[in-house]
């Protein structure tokens, strides 16, 4: 009988089908413990998915199919955060609305996530650009305006003025913006702000109830930065230091270059050259003047001011590296105790002073004890707790993203908008440039600004806000009373399993944490943390082939000759690194060519058979076919002519061994062994004179998170006729993973001497029977066996005089 082939095309296409029109992975509250697994929303870029994307996913699908087998009702949903630059770039250059570009960028991504197998409820599919999403925004940003979070301030911002928007320190990259690579300054503008630092303390202390790895923890914290120490006077000269002790060794004071009092204070001689200096920071963003490792720069006031402990007189200078949104805006120089502080000294010549000589024997505890107490005897300083965390810049100059629900009245006072009035949707435009003036492309359209005497904001929101609370609308995604129905919230939140890249550590994470935690005081979810467990996976990294003059070309126009990399078409030499999958670099590689030559079962099991899920990993493209061929070998077992309804006990001891590794493994993520005890299944099966049928089954029901297609129509050929996905997943039976031959070591005066392989719970006298009678151990035993030592079911050690 001739076994039938395994056409991954047909069969994939038949259960994706069956799959979307079953509805199998429709999630509904009922009585059964809920199970909500997700994975950070998308931004749908029009190059489409590549196979790094896929780890994260597949990871999460894996989590969620086995949970639905072991009676969880699961939530695993999937969107879109539609709002974004990108789009709106893209608009400005072809005219094309961002809706448009948008909606094309979604089927494409909505369609390779479908031939990925993935098990979504698509019935709770949403893009936050939809404005029965972003209604529910807007009306979260009125709760935080309500309740004094979100306000209005001029801030010095990163403004750039070719993409004529503001953007996030995280936004610029060497004085240019990250999306464009324009030049960036520092402009004063008026802004919207959330104030997240009146959260700061219970983001940093509610980290340590969280399951997520300890590094994405400690990230936060740093992000956050809580400091205790004291705020003293110099003058009128406000800094914080956590090094209250050290005061007697402050010998010069920095200022920020844009510290409000540089004006006041700078003498007529120094004038020119502060100036000078003011605008040549204006150029960095905040990342660059922070930055450690770079040369210190800074100019002198020409003023002084008195240490209040001292009494002496000591010169205020400025310098690019004191951030005016960090702390006061202005630090007391200690040369001698500080590292930068001595570079700074050192290049300009400048006194230090040691306050003591000894570290090991100082006692900074008891000193800054003694410190604060003199400071606030004589009216000089006091204690202080601080955080680094700065409250969150939340305007936008842009098209594509929610309006802010804010009227500005004519009596220079302020209302948002009420829930009757949201959403308040974008005017349509043909021209998509900002206006030229700070403002968003909104403030031209005059007709939707002014409304009945008052004047709608024209900033928008960052693309943030949506991926800040969308966790929370997929409990709930078709209600258009509420943005959710508070006994779903409660039902299916906390999300039990959150998976994404790791550089969201600090922005998409904290400030969905702040978000949840407003609603949380406000009454209106049940908890007060979002996402329970947090895993990163690993990043994907591929080979990216460079010219020396510059710019990447793709990998099938690259030949290996010798040692050295060539680019055929040119013959050039190239540059052959590891770099992380991109468009940019030319090594992303599509699931969809993947898919289509192995199949998408293929493409799972291999990329979570790399290596550890939260580990980096090397695409090899070689190493796909090893997956296919595992695959191929368990088809051929479930379509063999040697199935039998007959169980055995060697086969059941595969099985339920297969079994207890498998659950283990797959609860808590390590996936790639999960995988590994599968291809010992098939390896141990195969050589038996019969396979199982119901054997089969069992080790089916563990390859379906993993290769569901194949499991599926696999299943259906054995017979089976429950439904695979909701399927109970086998029990262990204990006395099958008993061990009936082990293996004794023999120890002769200390030194391995054999190894037998012997039924379980041999005694001493007949292990030491059967040790005599072995050819191998007679040279060891020719004295007299003066002591024995026995372990049972393991040693036999023997003294020998």
């Known amino acids: 009988m001739t076994q039938p082939k395994y056409n991954h095309k047909a069969i994939e296409a038949k259960w994706q089908k069956f799959w979307i029109d079953q509805k199998s992975f429709k999630a509904i509250e009922d009585d059964r413990p809920k199970y909500y697994a997700l994975s950070m929303l998308p931004y749908p870029s029009g190059a489409g998915l590549h196979v790094g994307h896929v780890t994260g996913y597949t990871g999460v699908d894996i989590m969620a199919r ?33 809706a448009v570009t948008t909606e094309k960028n979604i089927n494409t991504y909505r369609r390779q996530l479908q031939t990925l197998g993935l098990s979504y409820d698509w019935d709770r599919e949403f893009a936050t650009s939809d404005p029965k999403f972003y209604k529910w925004t807007q009306w979260i940003f009125t709760k935080l305006y309500e309740q004094g979070l979100a306000y209005e301030a001029e801030m010095l911002v990163n403004y750039c003025p070719a993409l004529g928007t503001v953007l996030a320190n995280e936004e610029v990259e060497n004085g240019k913006s990250v999306e464009g690579g324009y030049p960036v300054e520092r402009r004063p503008l008026r802004q919207w702000i959330l104030k997240i630092t009146a959260y700061a303390e219970r983001l940093l202390n509610d980290l340590d109830n969280l399951d997520w790895p300890e590094y994405l923890k400690q990230i936060q914290r740093n992000w956050i930065g809580k400091s205790v120490g004291a705020s003293i006077t110099f003058g009128e000269i406000e800094v914080y230091t956590t090094r209250p002790d050290t005061l007697s060794g402050a010998t010069f004071i920095v200022l920020s270059p844009e510290h409000p009092l540089v004006e006041k204070i700078v003498t007529q001689e120094q004038r020119q050259e502060i100036e000078a200096y003011q605008k040549q920071t204006a150029a960095k963003s905040d990342l660059e003047r922070a930055e450690l490792s770079k040369d210190k720069t800074g100019v002198f006031t020409g003023a002084y001011v008195k240490n209040p402990f001292t009494s002496q007189s000591i010169p205020i200078w400025i310098a690019d590296y004191v951030l005016m949104g960090y702390g006061t805006g202005a630090v007391m120089a200690v040369p001698a105790h500080d590292e930068r502080d ?88 043909t021209d998509y440039k900002p206006a030229g003036d700070g403002n968003s492309p909104l403030a031209k359209v005059l007709d939707w600004v002014n409304v009945d005497g008052a004047k709608r904001e024209v ?53 969905a944490r702040f978000w949840h935690k407003v609603l949380f005081d406000l009454g209106l979810v049940s908890t007060c943390e979002p996402f329970k467990r947090l895993r990163n996976q690993g990043l994907l990294t591929a080979m990216a082939y460079k010219l020396d003059e510059g710019g990447y070309v793709p990998p099938d126009e690259v030949e290996k000759q010798n040692d050295q990399y060539i680019h055929k078409p040119s013959g050039k030499t190239l540059t052959a690194s590891v770099e992380k999958m991109s468009k940019s670099k030319l090594n992303g590689v599509t699931p969809d060519e993947i898919i289509s030559e192995y199949g998408a079962d293929t493409l799972r099991l291999y990329e979570m058979f790399m290596g550890p899920f939260d580990k980096e990993k090397l695409w090899d493209p070689e190493a796909l076919s090893g997956c296919q061929r595992f695959l191929n070998r368990f088809w051929d077992l479930v379509t063999s002519d040697m199935l039998t309804d007959e169980e055995s006990d060697a086969a059941l001891k595969l099985g339920h061994r297969l079994i207890h590794g498998a659950s283990h493994d797959i609860e808590n993520m390590f996936f790639n062994t999960t995988i590994s005890k599968m291809m010992e299944f098939v390896n141990g099966i195969s050589k038996l004179n019969a396979y199982p049928k119901s054997v089969l089954a069992m080790a089916v029901q563990v390859l379906q998170p993993f290769a569901p297609h194949l499991a599926e129509e696999s299943w259906e050929r054995l017979g089976q006729s429950t439904p695979l996905t909701t399927t109970p997943f086998p029990k262990v039976d204990p006395k099958y993973l008993t061990e009936d031959v082990i293996t004794y070591i023999l120890q002769v005066n200390g030194k391995v001497r054999g190894r037998y392989d012997l039924p379980k719970g041999q005694t001493q006298e007949q292990l030491l029977e059967h040790v005599k009678s072995q050819p191998a151990a007679e040279r060891y035993l020719t004295g007299d066996i003066i002591k024995v030592i026995y372990v049972p079911n393991k040693l036999l050690n023997l003294v020998v005089k």
């Not at 949970?67 to 770039?89: C, I, Y």
């Not at 609308?473 to 129905?485: L, T």
């Open 459 to 511: 900033n928008t929101m960052p693309q943030w806000a949506g991926s800040c609370w969308y966790y929370l609308r997929y409990c709930d995604p078709h209600n258009n009373a509420a943005a959710w129905d508070l006994k779903k919230e409660k039902y299916w939140m906390p999300v039990d399993l959150y998976v994404g890249g790791v550089e969201h550590a600090v922005l998409h994470l904290l400030y």
């Open 66 to 98: 086995y949970m639905r087998t072991k009676g969880f009702n699961v939530l695993h949903p999937m969107g879109w955060d539609s709002f974004g630059l990108p789009a709106e770039q893209y608009a400005i250059r072809t005219g094309t609305h961002p």
């Open 342 to 429: 001595a570079e700074f000294a050192k290049k300009y010549n400048l006194p230090v002073v040691k306050v003591y000589e000894d570290e090991t024997s100082y006692n900074a505890d008891q000193a800054q004890k003694e410190m604060l107490e003199w400071l606030s005897k004589n009216r000089c300083g006091k204690p202080e707790v601080r955080y680094k965390l700065r409250d969150w810049l939340f305007s936008r100059q842009r098209y594509w993203g929610e309006p802010i629900p804010i009227l500005h009245l004519a009596d220079g006072t302020k209302r948002a908008l009420k829930l009757d009035e949201l959403p308040l949707t974008p005017p349509e435009l």
